[in-house]
């Protein structure tokens, strides 16, 4: 089966809420590293995280819910194709109003998207919602203890507690190794991942298995 890469639609509208300033200096920090990582060492990088996440997420059963990239994120499109083929069920986000949890959709490759709340695609709205085990998250920095920072709208922050009602959910960070940070400035509302997967490696903390 073959992906159909999924790409953000164009889009002048920024969507970072307020923020501390620490946050604010350390995002636009991380942002740059991952900027800088290009062509086939940005190729690389991306198809060794995929192995890496890959391998994790075999012990973690369950629908997986992932993203569409935006801007530089890394791109999610051979883990998804790799999730397909052994037979994972994937869903991807649709943007919720800033103050909801985010509704995820079943997704397969090929399906249509349509541009959503923030010019991303996504799901159309007769996709079925969808309820995931397992939450692929992309963060903008990230620490060794698994906090991250997003472009602070909360949207993780306040979706996993709530899906966490539900059943349990394994939360894993895919991100570039040029992303982490000595420590994130994390706050009582902040949920840290379960686990983050780089290029390099699989960061686990150490009171986590």
């Known amino acids: ?17 307020p923020s501390t300033a ?34 994790r997420l075999q012990r973690a059963p369950g629908l ?14 051979g883990l998804i194709e790799r999730l397909v083929e052994a037979g994972r069920q994937v869903a991807l986000p649709c943007t919720p109003k800033l103050s909801d949890p985010i509704v995820f959709r079943a997704y397969a490759p090929g399906d249509p998207l349509v ?7 996504e799901p159309s709205p ?11 998250v992309p963060p903008v920095a990230f620490d ?23 059943h349990e959910v394994f939360t894993l960070g895919f991100g570039f190794s040029c992303q982490e940070i000595a420590a994130v400035p994390d706050e ?4 840290p991942l379960d686990a983050i997967a780089t290029e390099r490696e699989l960061i686990v903390p150490a009171t986590r298995p």
Not at 126 to 136: G, R
Not at 149 to 157: E, H, L, P, Q, S
């Open 1 to 17: 089966m073959r992906y159909v890469p999924l790409s953000p639609m164009t889009t002048r509208k920024s969507f970072a809420m």
């Open 22 to 55: 620490e946050k604010i200096a350390l995002r636009e920090a991380a942002i740059a590293a991952r900027q800088g990582l290009r062509g086939e060492a940005r190729r690389a990088a991306t198809e060794a995280a995929t192995l890496v996440a890959f391998e």
């Open 64 to 77: 997986v819910g992932l993203y569409v990239a935006f801007k530089d994120e890394i791109h999610p499109g």
């Open 115 to 121: 541009r959503g709340r923030m010019n991303i695609p």
């Open 126 to 136: 007769d996709a079925p919602e969808v309820f995931p085990q397992v939450l692929i």
């Open 144 to 166: 060794r203890r698994c906090y991250r920072i997003g472009y602070g709208a909360g949207f993780y922050d306040r979706s996993i507690p709530i899906l966490r009602r539900r």
């Open 188 to 191: 009582p509302h902040d949920v």
